[in-house]
């Protein structure tokens, strides 16, 4: 039983996937690996990032990423954003996978970032100083290589 209702549903969401690309303008979708976009501007590929100027270190707040500045992505079985990912400094700190046609290419991440800290030789914080952390939201769609834009955020050091 559990078998035919999988079936019957990945018929409906391929059946959804074909009303939909019917009732849009579809594009050729073609490979496009030859170089990394990078922060290049697209209008449906760019990520757009909403997040705070400044936050305090060490509290929670939420990083909005949606895939398109000026259009909204579409997720197509054959065209949708494979995965988002958000950097802090460099390093990926938060990774999410979308299915096709059921997952909007949009994610909210909540993160705290640390201020900058001295210690002293037995590890004890000795100074605390703001900082200045770059946050770099990623996306892969399916046919080119990925897209990226990035957000300064001021962390304000912990008295």
């Known amino acids: 039983m559990k078998t035919k209702i999988t ?3 990945l018929a409906a969401v391929m059946a959804f ?18 170089k990394v976009k990078g922060n290049t501007q697209d209008a449906k590929h760019t990520p757009k990032i ?16 949606s895939i398109g500045h000026k259009k909204q992505h579409p997720s197509w079985v054959e065209h949708h954003v494979r995965w988002i990912s958000l950097e802090a400094d460099g ?7 979308l299915h096709p046609v059921m997952s909007k290419p949009e994610v909210t991440f909540y993160i705290a970032l640390p ?6 030789k037995d590890g004890d914080v000795t100074k605390r100083s703001d900082k200045l952390v770059t946050l770099r939201a990623v996306e892969a769609p399916t046919h080119a290589s990925q897209f990226w834009s990035e957000h300064k955020v001021k962390v304000k050091a912990k008295k």
């Open 7 to 9: 079936l019957i549903n």
């Open 91 to 97: 390093v990926e700190i938060n990774r999410v996978y």
């Open 50 to 65: 909403k997040a705070p100027k400044q936050v305090k270190a060490g509290e929670w707040f939420p990083v909005t990423i």
């Open 115 to 120: 201020d900058n800290r001295t210690f002293n």
């Open 17 to 34: 996937s074909s009303q939909a690309m019917a009732d849009q303008d579809v594009e050729k979708i073609t490979p496009d690996f030859e």
